[in-house]
């Protein structure tokens, strides 16, 4: 093809023959110096100096050639809109090389026509291109992406550019005259899977392009996303017990004694050393793969619950294995081997969660197997590789393992607090340190979750950029780069908000918790006093806001601080002539009213992973217009009970030391002391129902008619120095009775040292269930290490740093397992118990009573552990 000499002038060699700029750049240049931007070219790969600026391009034309894809002729109309933009000048689009003026070419058939040579099958799907000159820039790269993300690559590196939000582009004042340097810059993405998982992304995925997020459009102008799928529960689908259970229960997991068709987390693990299930579990690949056939990994993963197959041969290969990984993986690795005979190029893809996130021993993935690699139990406020967090020292050891054995490890990393979307949390120091941890330890891509299922959550814009600007570049500093955003964004207002972060995130490191993805106000340092002091900050910057654009950035960044304030202000009740209020001392009395009003404005739809907005708000606001309540008085306790709210215990103050024991550092819209029915109409932990009350002397009936008439009633009584409960259910039409007690207490020591912080059942002795405990155990795990120790009935704890504990005694007759719940972040313990199912023809009761007392020292012990 001819060259254009006048895109690129002639320079004299040593023997006088002259030479194009084309051929000093294709000598100099078209070896990509670098894999990564930022690293410096060697030496023998240098361009001769010079620079141009943007404004000496203000004659030149845009030329994408008519061969572009749809995503590259996008990639040129972006061009032609941030060059105006940031220029004031627009540049004509044409399909040919100009022969007046200098050109911006974009797209490797545009680039192939200015002279310029081009590869685009040496460049992935995403890597990119940008060459500099003084009467030309080249942006080119693979397809579908490279291309356009070459062209916002341009904007941000050289020009200085920040897509910040889908409506706030920032260009800096002096773009239009920034020298840039000719020479070339190359970019190979190094995760192939990029997801900043927010609404803002979803909503918006012309601005997730920008900030190349490749997971969220189909759109072929976006390029659309990349082929790599997230992994997701799925192996009850594969296998549907309604197609399968009733002829081959088999097929399903030994739990208990029992093949289980139906558990929680959407349906039951499979037994997965049954030789059969391969065959079925291929074909339900196969098909998935005709149905999808751009898909580049195909999913065999487990169910969102612990309970896995327990027949004797998962348990001989996990205990091979060390690892409850060794069945998994062993079933996955059979698949893939039949998978990969007539779709070698798609990817098995499974997880590496909870039981199965320790890599097994012996048995390796095989090449066409991926693992999505899943930090579920680990802290978020210090990063993952940071050696003084307990919480994520395991993690770090069994990413090792997976380093040295697997080819594809994708990463699963929580972002987010499941049970407060809109409350502070404090992140944005470790979340480039855990990136960057993830690329250097061979991680192919990264899905950070988010509150994606919402809008408008705590500082998601802010959140948003920084995630996405990590995954796209790891190594920066998310700090940093929170910084930048809010001096841009928040412009006049930035100062208070960015003391806010620095005032936050040192609260949170003061106090040494570990905040993971479910944590309560505790473990976020939400108090009273902080919220008041957080909301200070945000009515500062409200202060400076100059005009209407920025204070509207304010006041959507400052529902943290409402939503803070109203968690604080919901902690502890004020009791007052029969009813309980919201503790509003210090702060607004119109506070929640301004938060309703600040989510409608901003389109705030959850309040948490489950809980919509809306019903958070109609829950607030009963609390705000009172709840009656009763209140039980002797000389050992006071208690209070709130009938409407499902007859939640909110206070157990045990007098003789002025200790309340049940769990009051957070929101009252979450649970506390309730009970909750399992199967049939009745109160649930997101259904909560009003009783009638009637008060005794030292007692309290409750009554609930459920939707089948069934009548259920619970009595509450001070008996001396025990808190007696006692529950019955009438049936008026056949059903099961089956209930779940579910006490939160205080602990009162964030130590995870069981020398501290004791957990004890009666089996038929004490026994310390904790002791020699040197990890964190999952909930489910915990649940299942206490679950059948009945026999003794208590189950009880205490906190040798405080000197309290409570004990709960019960019937093993009545109640059929225990459940435990740990959090030390939280201060909180749940010592649950759940009664044996009863069927009930209509007239006929069931019931069962037990007694919680106060502990002012440790159970003596017999015996020190429960088997693990």
């Not at 009638?692 to 008619?705: D, F, I, N, R, S």
Request: charged share 20%; proline share 6%; glycine share 8%.
């Amino acid at each position: 093809m001819r060259t254009n000499r006048r895109l690129f002038p002639a320079f004299p060699t040593a023997n006088g023959v002259c030479l194009t700029l084309l051929t000093l750049i294709t000598t100099f240049l078209t070896t990509p110096f670098a894999a990564r931007a930022g690293e410096p070219a060697p030496a023998a790969a240098r361009t001769p100096k010079g620079a141009i600026t943007p404004a000496a391009m203000s004659t030149w034309k845009i030329v994408c050639d008519s061969g572009a894809t749809e995503s590259e002729r996008y990639a040129a109309t972006e061009f032609q809109r941030l060059f105006k933009a940031m220029t004031g000048v627009e540049l004509p689009l044409v399909a040919t090389v100009p022969a007046d003026s200098g050109a911006i070419f974009i797209g490797p058939g545009a680039v192939l026509s200015s002279g310029q040579p081009t590869d685009r099958r040496a460049l992935g799907e995403e890597a990119l291109r940008i060459r500099v000159g003084p009467q030309a820039v080249c942006i080119d790269g693979g397809r579908p992406r490279g291309t356009l993300y070459g062209v916002y690559e341009f904007f941000e590196e050289r020009c200085g550019v920040r897509f910040l939000t889908f409506d706030h582009t920032h260009f800096p004042k002096d773009a239009a005259d920034r020298k840039l340097p000719y020479g070339m810059q190359v970019v190979n993405p190094t995760f192939a899977f990029r997801w900043s998982y927010y609404g803002e992304s979803s909503r918006y995925p012309d601005f997730a392009a920008r900030l190349r997020v490749n997971t969220v459009s189909d759109d072929p102008k976006l390029g659309g996303r990349t082929g790599f799928r997230l992994v997701s529960h799925n192996v009850a689908y594969l296998v549907p017990p309604e197609k399968y259970g009733k002829d081959h229960p088999e097929y399903y997991a030994l739990v208990g004694g029992k093949r289980k068709l139906d558990e929680h987390g959407g349906g039951p693990q499979l037994c997965m050393s049954n030789p059969e299930l391969v065959s079925v579990v291929v074909d339900a690949v196969l098909a998935e793969i005709k149905k999808n056939p751009t898909a580049r990994n195909i999913n065999i993963a487990q169910m969102d619950n612990e309970s896995y197959c327990t027949c004797a041969n998962c348990a001989a290969i996990d205990a091979r294995e060390e690892s409850h990984a060794g069945s998994t993986l062993a079933f996955v690795n059979a698949v893939a081997e039949r998978v990969e005979k007539t779709n070698p190029e798609v990817l098995i893809s499974t997880y590496a969660y909870l039981y199965t996130r320790k890599p097994p021993k012996l048995i390796k993935p095989r090449g066409n197997v991926m693992i999505q690699l899943c930090s579920i139990e680990c802290c978020d406020f210090h990063a993952i590789d940071d050696p003084a967090c307990p919480l994520n020292r395991s993690f770090c050891a069994d990413m090792a393992g997976w380093k040295q054995i697997a080819n594809n490890v994708f990463i699963w990393h929580y972002n987010t607090n499941f049970k407060g979307y809109v409350l502070p949390f404090p992140n944005l120091r470790s979340m480039g340190k855990s990136v960057a941890y993830f690329a250097k330890n061979n991680g192919k891509g990264v899905f950070m979750q988010a509150a994606g299922n919402s809008f408008s959550t705590e500082l998601s814009d802010l959140r948003n950029y920084v995630m996405a600007r990590c995954l796209w570049k790891p190594g920066r500093d998310s700090w940093q780069e929170a910084e930048e955003f809010c001096r841009l964004h928040y412009a006049e207002a930035a100062g208070p908000l960015l003391a806010y972060l620095k005032y936050y995130h040192d609260l949170v490191d003061q106090a040494g918790v570990h905040p993971g993805c479910f944590p309560t106000e505790s473990a976020l340092c939400i108090t009273p006093e902080s919220a008041r002091r957080i909301m200070g900050y945000f009515q500062k910057a409200l202060a400076l806001a100059k005009s209407e654009a920025v204070r509207a950035r304010v006041e959507k960044a400052s529902l943290c601080a409402y939503r803070a304030a109203l968690s604080a202000s919901s902690m502890r009740l004020v009791h007052r002539d029969g009813v309980c209020y919201p503790d509003l001392s210090g702060f607004d009395p119109g506070l929640l009213d301004q938060y309703a009003a600040l989510c409608t404005r901003f389109g705030v739809t959850m309040d948490d992973e489950m809980l919509s907005t809306e019903r958070y708000l109609v829950a607030m606001r009963r609390l705000y217009a009172g709840l009656k309540a009763v209140q039980l008085e002797n000389d050992f306790w006071r208690v209070i009970v709130l009938p409407e709210s499902s007859g939640k215990v909110v206070e157990m103050t045990y007098k003789p030391t002025g200790r309340n024991v049940a769990r009051a550092l957070r929101s009252f819209h979450r649970f506390r002391f309730e009970e909750w029915i399992r199967q049939g109409d009745g109160p649930a932990p997101e259904n909560p129902l009003p009783f009638t009350a009637q008060a005794e002397p030292h007692a309290v009936w409750l009554t609930l008619t459920t939707k089948d008439g069934a009548r259920l009633q619970r009595r509450i009584a001070l008996v001396g120095d025990a808190v007696r409960f006692e529950t019955t259910l009438t049936a008026h039409t056949p059903r099961i009775f089956e209930v779940t007690v579910h006490p939160e207490y205080d602990t009162a020591t964030r130590s995870m040292d069981p020398a501290e912080l004791g957990i004890y059942v009666k089996n038929p002795d004490w026994i310390q269930a904790n002791q020699g405990w040197n990890e964190v155990m999952s909930s489910d795990r915990q649940r299942a290490i206490v679950r059948d120790a009945v026999a003794g009935g208590a189950f009880a704890y205490y906190s040798r740093a405080a000197k309290f504990g409570v004990e709960q005694q019960f019937d093993p007759q009545a109640f059929g397992t225990l459940g435990l719940f740990w959090d030390a972040s939280r201060q909180q313990i749940n010592l649950e118990m759940t009664s044996k199912a009863v069927s009930l023809e209509k007239g006929q009761t069931a019931g069962f009573g037990y007694e919680v007392r106060y502990l002012k020292e440790a159970p003596k012990l017999k015996k020190q552990t429960l088997p693990r």
